[in-house]
Every structure is written in structure tokens, then in C-alpha cells.
């Protein structure tokens, strides 16, 4: 199992994983973009890395890939930094798992690779947020050394708001 960056030689991996979300709430958000042109996708998760094109209020951000083998089995999103928005809803990591490898550790493992990008890029303290419903996620997040900040609402749901401290 590794992470990786976006690439066309796992086209068809994310083409299943897509069909395989159905009509499920995709996480994180860029699995939400137009994927009919795999080339652009692509391009457009690199110009999102390098900040370039960005939406306003969003900011630079890492989509990396989960792979086993050749298959894509999570995906994640890094937000290089957050701007005030993002602080109070949203944080550093979102990161969803492909249905079928539910339930096996590949939540934890991911959550684990994507705090490492981060500590590497020298983040202090790293922001997760996730809906109080979803106690998948906050299990991982819990597990992966996050600690419970604050809860808000937004969008008519809780939201808690967990903090990973790194080291020096």
C-alpha cells in the first residue's frame, strides 16, 4: 500500500471507484470534479497543488491516491494551509475509502500518510473535522492521535473539530 499522486495509469481504478460510490456523498471534495476527461482531471488536481486556478476561498491542496497495487482504494486531500473559513469548518485532511475496502484499516492508514505529508510539510498542528454522525471517521481520527477541539453546526449538522499536536 502506498500513496501516490494522481496519475492516468490508475484511470480505470478511479472510474470503478466512482461507480462504486453511486450515489453516495463523495469525500473528499475533489472526487466531486468532472472526470469525463481524465487528462484534465488530472491537470486540474495538479494546477489545485501548485495553487494555480483555485476557486476563490479555497487554497492550495494535495489530492493523493491510496493504491494496492493497482487499485485506488482511498483518496485524500491535504490542504497545504488554511485560511479562516477552512479553520472553523473544513481543516487540513478530508479523505473518504472505496466502499468494498471499508472496515479493513485503510481509513487509519490513510489518515496516518496524510498527517505525515503534513508533518513534513511542517505543519504545527493539524485541523480534522468531521460530521458527529460519521464515528468512522472520528474513531480514525481519535486513533490517529486527534484530539476533540470544539463542536459547531453547520449546514444544520455537528461538526466536531479535532486537533493533531506534532512535535518539533
Not at 92 to 117: A, D, F, T, V
Not at 125 to 151: P, V
Request: net charge negative; hydrophobic share 35%.
Amino acid at each position: 500500500m502506498k500513496l501516490v499522486p494522481p496519475s492516468a495509469i490508475y484511470e480505470a481504478s478511479y472510474q470503478q471507484y466512482i461507480e462504486e460510490l453511486g450515489d453516495e456523498e463523495r469525500y473528499p471534495f475533489p472526487m466531486d470534479f468532472d472526470h469525463a476527461d481524465f487528462e484534465a482531471l488530472i491537470q486540474k488536481l495538479i494546477n489545485f497543488a501548485q495553487g494555480k486556478n483555485l476557486p476563490e476561498g479555497f487554497v492550495p491542496s494535495s489530492t493523493l491516491w491510496l493504491v494496492d497495487e493497482t487499485k485506488i482504494v482511498g483518496v485524500t486531500n491535504i490542504r497545504h494551509y488554511l485560511n479562516d473559513r477552512i479553520t472553523h469548518c473544513g481543516g487540513h485532511i478530508g479523505l473518504g475509502i472505496r466502499p468494498k475496502y471499508r472496515g479493513k484499516g485503510y481509513g487509519k492508514r490513510l489518515m496516518e500518510l496524510s498527517i505525515q505529508w503534513l508533518q513534513e510539510m511542517k505543519a504545527g498542528t493539524i485541523h480534522i473535522h468531521c460530521h458527529k454522525d460519521n464515528s468512522a471517521s472520528a474513531n480514525t481520527i481519535k486513533a490517529c492521535g486527534g484530539l476533540l477541539d470544539s463542536e459547531i453546526e453547520a449546514d444544520g449538522k455537528i461538526v466536531q473539530r479535532y486537533v493533531v499536536k506534532l512535535g518539533d
